[in-house]
């Protein structure tokens, strides 16, 4: 007899005979030695036994029920009676775990209580129940997560009436972690208190908020804070193109030319290189800035370097933000003292 029977999904039955057709009757056994309900104690003594029968999930369109020989239990260690109980099938419930969540994922996939109900020949009420009662042990499994290593932080603002929301993101597996209301501390501060797992975070992925940070650093302390490639790329291309604009009329008129200038080079076709070019000879201090940017932008694009190779280039990323601190340019300047403010968590990016 197989350990497990794939066509009832349940452990510990087995199919001795089958009739009917809709519904299906699934005369079943259960091999397992009972327990008692109470302490699960397997030192218990057979009263009596009763016929039970269980609604389980749908084969293919057709209704199945279970119905198997249970028995009434005395317990030797607790001293207590009651029924025999069975994995996969709760206490009191005359339908299996796996019938009550098939009927959960069709009604959270639109299925109607009404059609539901036809198919399962069951009550509204019934529906509803089950639906409720899944519901609540999903809620429970996702309060309980613990908190994933590799974690990232985002600000989203979804609508004017709701405000600002807080993302936290799985970022090894690429999934929502939770989506928590509000990015301040006061209104972070309760959900940060209760996360499960938060001093098991190893790195922390975040844009170049103040806030954020300083949460992090209060409430994750053994994460390391990494910042987003993806936004301090933005942050650079924004105020080298604001510094393009005040030297060059032509950029505020004409989109195709900021186009050009905010496209990677490699991405350029050999038509739109020759146009950019003669844009950048008629204008060789935007054509500076174009190049400044470009070294800045694959040198920020470097990752996963050795500790030799991170010595050759954290000294000409360091050179490059004091470029910008001493720029004229009051973007740039800019841009050169809100770098500087996150040297380590930006130079973390090439070293992972």
Not at 50 to 72: C, M, P, Q, T
Not at 174 to 199: I, S
Not at 206 to 219: C, E, I
Not at 297 to 308: E, G, N, V
Request: glycine share 6%; net charge positive; with cysteine.
């Amino acid at each position: 007899m197989p350990r497990k029977n794939l066509i009832l999904n349940l452990p510990g039955f087995s199919i001795v005979k089958v009739s009917g057709y809709q519904p299906l009757l699934l005369e079943v056994f259960y091999n397992r030695l009972a327990r008692c309900g109470h302490c699960h104690s397997k030192k218990v003594r057979k009263k009596s036994s009763y016929i039970r029968e269980v609604h389980h999930e749908l084969i293919g369109h057709r209704r199945s029920i279970l119905r198997f020989k249970a028995y009434k239990l005395y317990c030797h260690d607790c001293g207590r009676y009651g029924n025999q109980q069975f994995p996969g099938i709760n206490k009191h419930q005359r339908a299996t775990w796996r019938a009550q969540s098939a009927v959960f994922h069709e009604h959270s996939r639109g299925v109607s209580q009404k059609d539901l109900s036809e198919r399962y020949k069951k009550g509204k009420a019934t529906i509803e129940r089950w639906y409720q009662r899944h519901y609540e042990e999903q809620n429970r499994e996702l309060l309980n997560r613990p908190c994933p290593l590799v974690l990232g932080i985002d600000e989203h603002l979804f609508s004017k009436k709701e405000g600002f929301a807080t993302t936290f993101c799985d970022l090894r597996k690429h999934k929502v972690f939770d989506v928590v209301r509000g990015r301040r501390e006061q209104e972070l501060k309760e959900y940060l208190q209760q996360l499960p797992g938060k001093e098991g975070v190893k790195m922390i992925c975040m844009d170049l908020s103040s806030t954020y940070r300083s949460l992090v650093k209060k409430y994750f302390p053994n994460g390391m804070i990494v910042a987003d490639r993806f936004h301090v790329i933005r942050l650079i291309q924004h105020q080298c193109m604001m510094t393009c604009r005040e030297l060059s009329t032509e950029i505020k008129n004409n989109r195709g030319i900021l186009a050009l200038l905010r496209t990677r080079p490699d991405n350029l076709s050999d038509e739109k290189k020759v146009k950019r070019d003669a844009f950048l000879t008629e204008n060789p201090a935007i054509e500076a800035i174009y190049q400044f940017q470009q070294q800045l932008h694959s040198l920020l694009m470097k990752r996963a370097l050795t500790q030799h190779e991170c010595r050759k280039v954290i000294p000409t990323f360091l050179d490059m933000l004091d470029e910008l601190k001493q720029s004229g340019f009051k973007a740039l300047a800019s841009l050169g003292k809100t770098l500087c403010a996150w040297k380590d968590e930006v130079g973390q990016n090439v070293a992972v």
